[in-house]
């Protein structure tokens, strides 16, 4: 199983961006798609997730900026980042969590999102 993400880039303080993660190869029993980040001196943190049955959890710090979506048919993931701040700054990664016969918990390679002041 491979997860890709894509659309990481500059923008300035209070633009918007979108991410977007696609999981390919042996993709099934999906519990939950998320996206975590991780900034420089700082562990990696939830920023959003949402389950097989569209249940929605957000970091407290994106809360009313950041809206996750998924597109389970294709095995993808989306995150809409809002009134961007500085402090989003940070490498995201795009996690899946898939049941077999344990869990299997996939990462991504990240995307960086830079938010200039």
């Known amino acids: 199983v491979q997860v890709v993400e894509s659309g990481g880039g500059l923008v300035q303080a209070g633009g918007s961006l979108r991410l977007s993660c696609a999981a390919s190869?042996?993709?099934?029993?999906?519990?939950?798609m998320g996206w975590y980040r991780q900034a420089p001196g700082k562990q990696r943190e939830l920023v959003a997730a949402?389950?097989?049955?569209?249940?929605?959890n957000y970091g407290d710090s994106v809360k009313g900026r950041f809206t996750i979506s998924s597109d389970i048919a294709k095995n993808a993931v989306y995150l809409q980042m809002n009134s961007l701040k500085p402090e989003d700054t940070a490498v995201y990664y795009c996690?899946?969590?898939?049941?077999?016969?344990?869990?299997?918990?996939?990462w991504g390679k990240g995307t960086l999102v830079t938010v200039s002041s």
């Open positions: 996690n899946v969590k898939m049941l077999r016969m344990t869990l299997l918990d996939v």
């Open positions: 949402i389950s097989g049955t569209s249940n929605t």
């Open positions: 190869g042996s993709v099934n029993n999906i519990l939950v």
